[in-house]
């Protein structure tokens, strides 16, 4: 074993101090570490998107990175959008619309679907489908997952008016 | 599906990447984006012994207008490159080429940099660098050199640097007036990497073609220059009679592998497809431009 490093990481608002070996990929140690389970690890190599946290407040790929690399940095998971009967207005959408079946692709979907809520207009479903095209799911031909991000772009554009 | 163990170290400037590397003498790899490196390494494809992560060195991200070039920092994030006001503005193809690399989580992390020191064969940067006619920039411990794109994609994952070398940065030189561009990819799926790309830059004068660059990636072990292809276009209009031409010149030049996506031939079929299309997109864009 190499020797571990000290990291500073803050995740989900809470700062960890502690030592970590390098090669710990940053979704183990949201897990195992701080038990954090509700991040998913699918491929661990950056092709299904069920790992996809917020760094700094970018979608990335966990399973892509190191714990030790997130030393100083923010980190948000799942777990800070909401909980149980305190959804967030996307998690209540997904909710509402059956944007999810087993719910394993659903933290990176509703990670992904932050950041591209973010960054993108997505103007059309296209687009949408386009956004979301790095995250696999296997139950719900993803068309009720769009459904959902396009009926909260919907109420959003609704409030605003 | 866990990397083997290594050391690491967080390098805070190139003198300190360039140092740990030296001392390394060959058993180190940089870490960058880390999106086609972690893969390799969880797959324990690679056992490096030690990993230099150049991700805390300030000032290795930048996309800068330096007159006739634009310099990209080698720590450029693809999704800096995809929405940067600066390269939509002098070179509108690689904003749009951006965006068929990989996916938003993939973009917010991988590097430009990195993407031309891995080159996959079927990657878009290194066939933007080509056709753009890039010079990178790569430092060591014994100082810094330049190296021409013509020069530096040598075979499939393979690339002119040396163990103890780090590409820092990327200069594009800015198009001519009167340039238009074309890019085309078939990929089996949004955002994978193409079965074949072209992409395409055509300057015009007076009606006819000055000059035309033609770059392809996804068919061969590097990307490459069609430059039959590029001859045969200069001096006259793009036309019917010519782009039949400009095909099987296209096709001539492609030597693509048969894999579990592609055959051969329907990867040489595609480029020679995509290859028209593009020419005509440049075509159409450089008599706008010209107009």
């Known amino acids: ?161 | 599906m866990k990397p083997a163990s290594f050391d690491y170290v967080a390098a805070d400037s190139i003198d300190m990447a360039v140092a740990s590397l030296a001392e390394a003498r060959g058993g180190a790899k940089i870490i960058a984006g880390g999106q086609s490196l972690v893969p390799m390494l969880n797959f324990r494809m690679l056992r490096p012994a030690l990993l230099v992560d150049i991700n805390p060195i300030a000032g290795m991200a930048f996309i800068e207008d330096a007159g006739k070039d634009i310099r990209i920092g080698a720590l450029t994030r693809h999704h800096q490159i995809e929405t940067s006001a600066v390269i939509a503005r002098h070179l509108p193809i690689l904003s749009c080429a951006m965006t068929h690399v990989a996916h938003l989580a993939i973009r917010n992390r991988g590097t430009i940099g990195g993407s031309l020191a891995h080159a996959d064969p079927a990657a878009e940067l290194p066939m933007m660098a080509l056709l753009l006619d890039a010079e990178i920039r790569v430092a060591s411990s014994s100082g810094m050199r330049t190296v021409a794109a013509r020069d530096f994609f040598l075979g499939a994952l393979t690339v002119d640097l040396a163990d103890g070398e780090i590409v820092t940065e990327i200069a594009l030189p800015k198009v001519p007036p009167k340039t238009g561009w074309g890019f085309e990819e078939v990929a089996r799926r949004s955002g994978d990497f193409a079965l074949a790309a072209v992409a395409v830059v055509l300057t015009v004068s007076e009606g006819a073609i000055a000059q035309a660059r033609i770059a392809l990636t996804g068919v061969g072990p590097t990307p490459l220059r069609a430059a039959d292809a590029e001859a045969l276009l200069v001096g006259g209009a793009f036309e019917p009679g010519v782009a039949g031409r400009l095909t099987d010149a296209v096709r001539a030049a492609v030597e693509p592998d048969s894999d579990l996506h592609a055959s051969s031939e329907y990867r040489r079929h595609l480029a020679g497809v995509l290859a028209g299309r593009a020419v005509a997109g440049a075509w159409r864009r450089a008599n706008e431009a010209a107009a």
Do not use: W
Not at chain 1, 19 to 47: K, Q, W, Y
Not at chain 1, 131 to 150: E, F, M, P, W
């Open chain 1, 1 to 161: 074993m190499s020797r571990t490093r000290e990291i500073t990481v803050t995740v989900n608002g809470a700062a960890f101090e502690g030592a970590v070996e390098p090669r710990l990929l940053l979704v183990d140690f949201l897990r195992h570490t701080l038990g954090l389970t509700g991040t998913h690890v699918g491929c661990e190599h950056g092709v299904c998107g069920a790992c996809t946290i917020l760094l700094d407040g970018d979608s990335v790929r966990s399973c892509l990175l190191f714990a030790v690399q997130t030393d100083g940095r923010r980190v948000e998971t799942v777990e800070s959008l909401g909980r149980i009967g305190q959804m967030n207005a996307l998690q209540e959408s997904f909710h509402e619309h059956h944007a999810l079946q087993c719910g394993f692709c659903t933290p990176g979907m509703l990670m992904t679907a932050t950041d591209l809520l973010k960054k993108y207009p997505l103007a059309t479903d296209d687009d949408i489908r386009e956004g979301l095209s790095g995250n696999l799911c296997r139950c719900t031909g993803y068309d009720h997952i769009v459904k959902a991000i396009r009926a909260l772009l919907t109420s959003k554009a609704g409030a605003v008016r």
